[in-house]
């Protein structure tokens, strides 16, 4: 049995329906290997899920929307920042299923900014027909949930049959289950030609992406090192959210337990001055990536989980080999246009 198809508790029993163009590329990067001189370098290419310029929420979207076509469900509802990528990603996969889409933007980051407010991410959810709220207090997760609740419970009445994607704690992280069926593909890729992984590095933010990885490894029998990259909150909070993720994984998935507490590594230098804002060294990796791969990763996500793992990078032996999950996240470069302009301006 090869190890995408091996069990791994209730995953292949759970509903899902196909959003992704298939599996995703794992690639050398033998430029950035030969500019850092140490170890092997891969990237796993979750840019490329295929739906609406794609990432790490497509396969997500695929088990939300699953249970949401189980449910007979015709509106999608999702909270989410300004800029976010899921919500992007949710009013297209509503609308590739037949669904409409209703999206609240929370007020995450201190930028008035008229590109940031509706350039990149914004232009493609107004393209895509979804109907737009907004929610002020972008770190009031329990809040702008409740919200999205009335907004479901105002559709009702209008004879809709809303179906509500919380990212809140408290709620079953089905999106997680997308990176648990992940890790039994980079594990069949890997097998498949040959490599033997050291360490996975990766953003985490919600969880579910960070959580369902290490899940994924872990319940497979993989015991490589799993690196959280923060890109929203301190270390210390969310080594208490991973946790809890992995706790209802196994829940979800009708498991024991297959996450220890010393298996969740995280570092949170690279997040300052905060979610959704730059620093140098956010640039740095941004540059780095750009002109050794051709590889564009976001100010948001991907760039500071590119610093986390070019430092991981240059601590490693030169036999180990390092993957870099490329959760997307390009849309969002637009919406950034004033400070990438002047970081990569160039005069002729």
Sequence with gaps: MTLRMKPVGKLDDMPRTSLMSGETPLEDMPNLTRH????????????LTGLAFGGNKVRQLEYYM?????????????????????????????????????????DRVPKNDPTYKNSGNVLIDK???????????????????AHLGELADGL??????????????????????????????????????GIELDEVVLASGSGHTHGGMLFGLRALGCPVRVTGICVRRKADDQRMRISNR???????LEMDPVVDEGDIILSDEYLG?????????VLDAMRQAAESEGLIT????????????????KAAKKEQTLLFIHTGGTPAIFAYERELGTAFGTQG
């Design 36 to 47: 850092i001189g140490t170890a092997r370098l891969l990237v796993k290419r979750d840019d």
């Design 156 to 193: 009702r009445k209008t004879g809709k049959k809303p179906y509500v994607i919380h990212l809140s704690p408290g709620h079953a992280p089905l999106g997680a289950l997308g990176y648990v069926d992940a890790a039994r593909e980079v594990l069949s890729q890997c097998e498949n030609e």
């Design 246 to 252: 992995c706790r209802e994984i196994a829940e979800l």
């Design 127 to 145: 393209m895509l027909g979804a109907t737009l709220y907004s929610y002020p207090d972008g770190e009031d997760e329990a809040g702008a949930d």
């Design 273 to 281: 001055p905060g979610y959704g804002r730059m620093n140098e060294q």
């Design 66 to 106: 699953g249970e949401a076509m189980a449910q007979d469900a015709d509106t999608i509802l999702i909270t989410g920042a300004v800029q976010s990528n899921f919500v992007r990603l949710a009013a297209a996969s509503a609308r590739k299923k037949g669904m409409e889409c209703h999206v609240q933007l929370e």
């Design 298 to 313: 976001d100010p948001v996500y991907t760039a500071k989980a590119m610093c986390g793992f070019l430092e991981r990078a």
